[in-house]
């Protein structure tokens, strides 16, 4: 069975930083492109990055408003994929999903999220 | 940027009617490359449609996607009481990825 498990949000000050961590189990993680979504609070979905497979070179993407200040990364020995986020600002407030790119794409699967809040 | 645009914002209809979604690329998707996934309260979305029109796995046959290039379309074709949520497009044809704004299906 496919999971992906989120940890690592809370609360934090805007101008700090965090880490997010997706760990996940059931498939061959190396093969995968895997992605973050984000979701503001009573908003829609948001983009934020994914990084390719190694297959694919191993590179990531990113959405231009987090562009400069977050970082995906991926360990594919312990098969966790991780969010750095720097500079935070009160608009990154929200749920922040994994998932998994199929064919370096669409999510197939989700995890259940974790809640970052950016607030003095 | 790709930008996805959904109407209605809203729609409105009782279980057993037909409802018909749009998605509009404001230039066109390459490869079709155009998914659907719907969200419930509370829930992580869930992969309802990809390639624009092949239905994911588990995924009831009323459920139908279709379209190409710059229009898209989730035809849900009766709906039953778990369908009413919320219905995202989602473009990954060219970075950046983008998802449109939803579609929220209420019962009426």
């Known amino acids: 069975e496919v999971q992906l498990v989120e940890s690592g949000g809370g609360l934090v000050q805007p101008g700090r930083s965090l880490r997010l961590s997706c760990t996940t189990s059931g498939f061959t993680f190396v093969h995968y492109a895997m992605s973050w979504v984000r979701q503001a609070p009573g908003k829609g979905l948001e983009w934020v990055g994914y990084i390719r497979s190694k297959a694919y070179g191993g590179t990531p993407e990113y959405a231009a408003s987090v562009n400069g200040r977050f970082t995906i990364s991926r360990d594919d020995s312990t098969s966790i994929v991780y969010l750095q986020m720097n500079s935070l600002r009160t608009e990154d407030t929200a749920l922040y999903y994994c998932?998994?790119?199929?064919?370096?794409?669409?999510?197939?699967?989700w995890g259940q999220g974790t809640l970052v809040t950016v607030s003095s | 940027e790709i930008v996805l645009t959904q109407s209605p914002g809203t729609l409105s209809l009782s279980p057993g009617e037909r409802a018909t979604l749009s998605c509009r690329a404001s230039?066109?998707?390459?490869?079709?490359?155009l998914a659907w996934y719907q969200q419930k309260p509370g829930q992580a979305p869930s992969l309802l449609i990809y390639?624009?029109?092949s239905r994911a796995t588990g995924i009831p046959d009323r459920f139908s996607g279709s379209g190409s290039g710059t229009d898209f379309t989730l035809t849900i074709s009766r709906l039953e009481p778990e369908d009413f949520a919320v219905y995202y497009c989602h473009q990954y044809g060219g970075s950046p990825w983008t998802f449109g704004q939803g579609t929220k299906v209420e019962i009426k």
């Open positions: 390639g624009a029109s």
């Open positions: 998932s998994r790119a199929y064919m370096e794409g669409y999510f197939d699967y």
């Open positions: 230039q066109s998707v390459y490869n079709n490359y």
